[in-house]
């Protein structure tokens, strides 16, 4: 434990739960998600979004694409990152369980979060598939969860093919999702 987290105080998913505005938690830190995300950022989320729902067939149900949504990972750990594609049924009001895609759009105020703590944090929970988009530079980052550690499978593709479970794959057109 590092000096200051032995002095800094200790949240849980019980404070999180009564903040007011949009927060995520991670490791028992609070993280401000204001102000809220710029134009850009959210025009790139909206066609991740509808790319990912396009490319997922019948065969591949229950596959959802959710954006945000809370995943209380533990009791000091609750993050919504821009995107979610999820393979299993749930009921409550937020995931308990890792998804199977995440996504995380870069700016300048969450590169480094999304770069290092979410990176470490949803490799540690077994996300397989990690992306991260830069629409700054017009650029994808796709990472797969292998042997435990993510290893980049490419960048700036123009399409991916992505391996779901239950045998599901889906095609996804990263073409036009800058515009």
Known sequence: MSIADKYRPQYTYTDYMQWKGEWELIDGMPYAMSPS???QHQVVNGNLYIVFKNAIS???QPCSVFMPL???????TVV???LMLVCKEFETDFLEFAPTIVVEIL???TALKDRNEKYELYEQEGV???LIADPKFKKIEIYELVDGKYQPVS???QQFTFHLD???QIIVDFQGIWA
């Open 37 to 39: 995300p710029v134009r």
């Open 166 to 168: 239950g045998g599901c």
């Open 128 to 130: 397989r598939y990690y």
């Open 58 to 60: 019948p065969e591949c």
């Open 155 to 157: 960048i700036n593709p």
């Open 107 to 109: 700016s300048p105020s």
């Open 80 to 82: 919504q990152p821009d």
């Open 70 to 76: 809370d995943w209380k990972v533990s009791e000091k």
